[in-house]
């Protein structure tokens, strides 16, 4: 309410621009694709757009084959588009939030909120610099743990290839694998199992989390946003894995088809953190039950946290929401941590689950006119799309043009964010009067 | 966060109360509905439950069938249930709005906010009377227009129960009738399609809307909470016709079944305005497209208008929820003709969404576990009963006992309202310190 309305031209708003930075990126990525040395056998447009924005948008929902249609070519060209798609958007995020007049983690605030406002070059690159030191620190150590496994599996060239495909595509939470079955063959498997998950887990919780958990370490000087993106990481992941655990125990096509407790545990583990956003799977998950498959809905949809490789409505956003319920029931205002949140954030949450659930609501009805497919399917499908999270029961390759319209829609949306989105739809209009206030009747 | 934290064991806060008169309502229900008077043929004590529950909620939801399964003293037990469940919960809605310290609007403002919060019986009374009175006007108007088509139809004694009988359901938002196929005989009866739309259109404005038009009659002088009602019902009514038309103008199996456009369109307005709440149908809902099922699912969520005897989150949640949403992006305070709306109220909103869609999706999951039926139909059978709109496509009469049991405690609290059981749950102590405000990253 205290924010000053700002309408200017030129430059263009930050989410314009980025939202035609991404649409370039994608176009360009659809003419790579399209060219005849990006795959081995032809590709319609509409495939390749499709890939393109499932790469930008770090999904990982695929019409193609990455291991077998694309070539080693087309292979770089979605590595570079998730790349750029992932830590682009990261370090773009910052910047973003910190143009919307949302505050910064403690440690970057002077770096980021003060100096970014007055908008000089020098500090905009010390930001850029610092996302990109981290992003490669943790890349170069994901590509050597894995090299590891695949390096003696497949010789040195292909080894590395796989080595670094991965390490960039589970960092980025893009999901993308080489293997139609995505990472099965290792379901078991402990380094995959721990490197993978640290990779995305890692990229999953934002910007502002890691650098803070770089520069303090102790619990106690973190900022409220950390505390509450760990905390709710952490009660999301356990959460997840013991109903993952509980509901497909005994499922053959599932956990029930493994022999051992600690490869079910293993995968129970696996599914629970890969689901929020990073795409990746060492399951079928056209055979979980339906129960389950719920589950992973609402998992998808919440997501990881801000300013991070992650989709969804974000961490944060379901723990203000909960926060605020709580609060309304104890008739305080919403606090955690011995801090209070502002009732501008709550309406930002309120803004951002209204906007959330009409677009979800609308993808689906616009994908069930034109498919009659199994509604849950759909729903996982549509779910994972505007999470851009990437996980198939198999819908996404049956869809005609118009669900795959949709589709690449909310994945772009998932992306560019649902507030993005909303800013550009507004009129902004500073409101000339302070209207005297009105009672409404709820529930 | 200026309300004043109160906490009294005598007497029980007004939730309680409520929470405790429902149960024992729907208990002597059950007992009423068990004796060998009450039914044709033996029923189990779950179905007796089921059914007085259903009665009492005003859901209309049923595993038996009201109008072979019970006798005339059976229907009766229903009728009163449905009557004291629908006007005593408008009634009672109004005097806990008011002790929770929600202002009721302005016509009604002195009797109600001011002197109940003084507690005296006089006042309390005075209440209760303008309710009632209102029930018995629309409801004796209703018994006479009915009669005209049951009468002549099925003779005096007959026509006259069947116009008293849906007279009654129809203005408490029940949806029970006395066939299996609820009104389909007359799904081109003009009659029927605006005696019973106007009987539980009324109904489900709401006391506060209803004494306001009674009172004001003009636009310009009505509270901001009934021109957010008012608008928000057209606008879900024209909204919900044009889609139900669109989508099922071809389907054999709906409106492409029917002979006339007049009978498409009068069907297709029907089925719009019941399905916020009332539940009756004039058409098979098994067979309509998973598109028109999740139209419906959303409008049966959303449910009708605040202290009336309509379900959901209610009509004026929804609409505060797109203010907000609006004024977020406008960097404004949310507000609507000319008034601004509370930061309170956003959080009241932000509370309830988040209870009604955390309580959908756990009924979902519980059904879903013990269920492997269609997804959709569970869904639309699940969004039903905590809606109170008792709609069904078939799945209800499938469920076994734990789906029973989350139906009926979905439709307990679909009616006492989330708020109540929150209210319940929640402990209540008066924030010591004011903490400083800490930012979160959301989105
Ligand atoms: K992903
Ligand atoms: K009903």
């Known amino acids: 309410m205290a924010r000053k309305p700002r309408r200017k031209l030129f430059p263009p708003a930050p989410p314009v621009l980025l939202a035609a930075l991404y649409s370039s990126l994608i176009l360009l990525g659809t003419a790579l694709l399209m060219l005849p040395i990006g795959t081995t056998r032809p590709i319609s447009i509409g495939d390749a757009l499709f890939t393109a924005t499932s790469a930008v948008t770090v999904t990982g929902l695929s019409v193609v084959d990455a291991g077998t249609d694309l070539t080693l070519f087309g292979q770089i060209v979605v590595l570079v588009l998730i790349q750029i798609g992932g830590v682009g958007l990261m370090t773009f995020a910052v910047l973003l939030l910190s143009t919307l007049g949302v505050r910064i983690g403690t440690p970057s605030r002077n770096v980021l909120r003060e100096d970014l406002n007055q908008g000089t070059a020098h500090d905009l690159m010390g930001l850029a610099g610092s996302v990109l030191r981290i992003s490669l620190v943790v890349e170069a150590a994901g590509l050597v743990v894995l090299a590891t496994v695949f390096v003696p599996e497949m010789g040195v060239v292909r080894g590395l290839w796989y080595a670094l495909f991965h390490t960039v595509s589970a960092f980025n939470n893009a999901g993308f694998g080489l293997r139609a079955d995505s990472l099965a063959p290792w379901v078991a498997n402990p380094v995959i199992n721990i490197a993978v998950p640290a990779l995305f887990m890692i990229g999953g919780l934002g910007f502002v989390v890691i650098s803070e958990l770089v520069e303090k370490r102790r619990w106690r000087t973190l900022s409220l946003h950390s505390k509450l993106m760990l905390l709710g990481s952490a009660f999301l992941t356990i959460g997840g894995m013991i109903a993952f655990a509980v509901l497909e125990w005994t499922n053959p096509a599932t956990l029930g088809g493994l022999e051992t407790t600690g490869a079910k545990v293993t995968a129970s583990w696996f599914q629970s953190v890969t689901t929020r956003t990073a795409g990746f799977s060492t399951l079928d998950l056209a055979h979980i039950h339906d129960s389950t498959a719920l589950v992973m809905i609402s998992l998808m949809l919440v997501g990881g946290g801000s300013a ?28 955690a941590f011995g801090r209070r949140i502002g009732q501008e954030q709550v309406l930002k949450v309120m803004a951002l689950t209204t906007i959330a659930m009409l677009t ?7 994908v069930s006119i034109s498919h ?30 118009i669900g795959r319209t949709v589709v690449i829609f909310l994945m772009f949306m998932g992306r560019v964010g649902p507030l993005t989105f909303g800013y550009l739809l507004a009129t902004r209009q500073p409101p000339r009067v302070k209207f005297p206030e009105g009672r409404v009747h709820l529930g």
């Open 308 to 335: 991070s490789t992650a989709g969804g409505i974000k961490v944060t956003t379901l723990m203000v929401a909960l926060l605020a319920t709580v609060a309304f029931f104890q008739r305080s205002a919403p606090n």
């Open 360 to 366: 979800m609501l609308s993808g689906l009805f616009f």
């Open 372 to 401: 009659d497919g199994d509604f849950l399917d759909l729903a996982f499908e549509i779910a994972s799309a505007f999470g851009t999270t990437g996980l198939s029961r198999g819908a996404t390759g049956k869809l005609d043009d």
